[in-house]
């Protein structure tokens, strides 16, 4: 069965304070995988798409990695505004509709 | 930017009434998705859609659900009697190269 876990749960940090939120995947085969930021009673903003281990991508702050296992979103040098629930999911070989399976999310809290 | 849109942002209903939720993806999209996300749980899909028929369902889409494309920019999810358990937040998405989420529909079942 296709399946995402994320960690930690939660996460809070200091201003400035680096740090890195993992998400494990385990799927028939990888088409792809997002990373998207969620605030509270929103829908989930896309960041990153990663289609091969090793790839990388980068903005402003936020650094995605990817390996035949996992990711992980490295958060340089954070700011309260990056407070949010960051959302792992991938796109599996299993299914040729695009559907998401979601990871629960990180919820990220930055202190001035 | 283009944008998905949904509307009604809230809806409140009793259990066993009827709703219909309503979705306007991004204009060239091809591909349309609802899902789900109970208070606290990881977001689930529901059902994709493509060249006007549903190209995969997930075991939460019974009976009780149906989608359509009523026109070139409409994409709704109705559910005919709706139970306490369907309360959550409904994301509509589309996709180019990557899917682009609506801001959700909170529905609350009473």
């Known amino acids: 069965e296709d399946q995402v876990t994320q960690s930690p749960e939660a996460l809070r940090l200091q201003e400035g304070e680096s740090s890195s939120l993992n998400c494990s995947y385990t799927?028939?085969?990888?088409?792809?995988l997002f990373w998207y930021r969620q605030d509270p009673g929103k829908g989930p903003e896309f960041l990153f798409t990663l289609y091969s281990a090793g790839e990388e991508k980068e903005k402003e702050r936020l650094k995605a990695t990817l390996t035949k296992k996992e990711s992980f979103l490295h958060i340089t040098a954070p700011k309260p505004e990056d407070s949010a629930t960051y959302l792992c999911a991938v796109q599996a070989s299993s299914s040729n509709t695009g559907k998401l399976i979601f990871g629960q999310g990180t919820t990220l809290q930055v202190k001035p | 930017e283009p944008e998905v849109t949904q509307t009604p942002s809230h809806q409140v209903t009793q259990m066993g009434q009827e709703v219909i939720l309503r979705c306007v993806p991004i204009?060239?999209?091809?591909?349309f998705y609802w899902y789900r996300q109970i208070l606290g749980q990881k977001v689930e899909f529901l059902v994709s859609?493509?060249?006007?028929?549903?190209?995969?369902k997930s075991e939460i889409f019974d009976d009780q659900f149906s989608v359509e494309r009523p026109d070139g920019s409409n994409f709704t999810l109705k559910i005919r009697s709706t139970k306490l358990e369907d309360s959550a937040m409904y994301f509509c998405a589309s996709i180019a190269e990557t899917q682009y989420f609506g801001p959700g529909t909170r529905l609350l079942v009473l």
């Open positions: 799927v028939s085969g990888l088409r792809g």
């Open positions: 859609f493509y060249n006007n028929e549903i190209s995969e």
């Open positions: 204009s060239n999209h091809l591909y």
